[in-house]
């Protein structure tokens, strides 16, 4: 979770991610941009949108307001966003649930994730954690492993929805070593962190803004990362294939989309101020202290990338149905 102090430790960097910017033509004058976010607050799609957005409004010229939309999966802030005028003036960041919670079943009539939307720009990469409660028996990834091995569909684990990341993360764990587990949808990230904190849970698959601090603080205990590195700020968790799971590799990027409809001009002038940022050191900066990494990919690069994702999330949620 980002605190306000981190916040606002960041707030005097801005000018130099900002330099000459203040160049590029502005939208509607005086019309703010709402950037949507499909996930709680705290966790690490929020923290970016919360990073980019400060320096946004300086490139754009107006007010960016960001507003948690949590829920189903992360399908109801991709749904809020599919229904806005398509002005250019709100606009949704989200991760790979924008795709994969469509094959929820509850998502599956709201909205078409590359139809419906227009790519932006990608700006950043996170893995996930997985974490237990710091009083939990399973002191390794193994340990837990073998449990849910001996308790077939017992171990219950907490997501923030059905085809969000952290579900998807436990299905395709469990899926490359043949376990099951039961799972407990939250709506949204903050709440399933909450419960395995409390032990309501046993585990929880998490990105790093929603965990560190915790870890940190002593209250979850990690016992695996899903990145193909370990991580600077947890160098001694392992990963899930030094664990003995090959393959076991999972991120989610954080992008900003658009409707459909909205106007090309606006869209390239978001995704090159988003670019800007994404170049910045302040950015980098802030993806190694949230252990993401830049992740850039611009509008007409990202928008052909998309039919290419959906694909990718309808094979992976298939594996859902058959958990």
């Not at 606009?91 to 909205?111: K, N």
């Not at 690069?301 to 039919?307: D, G, K, L, N, R």
């Not at 994702?309 to 594996?319: F, N, P, S």
Request: proline share 7%; hydrophobic share 45%.
């Amino acid at each position: 979770m980002v605190s306000r102090r981190d916040l606002l430790r960041a707030l005097p960097v801005l000018p130099s991610i900002l330099g000459s910017s203040m160049g590029f033509a502005q939208p509607i004058a005086g019309k703010s941009i709402t950037l949507i976010v499909s996930a709680s607050a705290g966790t690490t799609v929020d923290a970016a949108a919360r990073f980019v957005a400060e320096p946004l409004s300086k490139i754009m010229g107006v007010p960016v307001v960001v507003e948690n939309r949590p829920g189903a999966g992360g399908a109801l802030g991709s749904s809020v966003v599919a229904r806005a005028v398509p002005d250019g003036h709100t606009l949704l960041m989200s991760g790979v649930t924008h795709f994969s919670a469509r094959y929820s079943g509850e998502a599956a009539a709201i909205y078409d994730p590359v139809k419906d939307f227009k790519g932006v720009a990608r700006v950043c990469s996170a893995a996930l954690a997985v974490v237990v409660p710091v009083n939990s028996p399973y002191k390794t990834l193994a340990d837990l492993l073998a449990a849910m091995k001996a308790k077939p569909g017992e171990i219950d684990y907490g997501s923030g929805g059905v085809g969000s990341t952290s579900h998807l993360c436990t299905v395709i764990m469990n899926d490359l070593t043949k376990t099951r587990a039961k799972h407990i949808p939250y709506k949204g990230n903050t709440q399933a962190v909450t419960d395995t904190v409390g032990g309501i849970v046993a585990f929880t698959c998490q990105g790093s803004g929603g965990v560190m601090p915790l870890i940190k603080a002593g209250r979850l205990r990690a016992l695996a990362v899903t990145s193909r590195d370990r991580w600077p700020a947890l160098p001694d968790v392992p990963t899930g294939i030094e664990c003995g799971i090959p393959g076991f590799e999972v991120a989610s990027w954080m992008a900003t989309f658009a409707p459909a409809q909205a106007p090309e001009a606006i869209i390239t002038q978001v995704s090159d101020g988003l670019a800007k940022i994404a170049r910045s050191p302040e950015f980098k900066t802030f993806c190694d202290q949230q252990s993401m990494f830049v992740d850039l990919m611009e509008h007409r690069e990202f928008q052909a990338s998309m039919p290419e994702e959906d694909k990718h999330w309808r094979r992976v949620a298939d594996l859902v149905k058959r958990s």
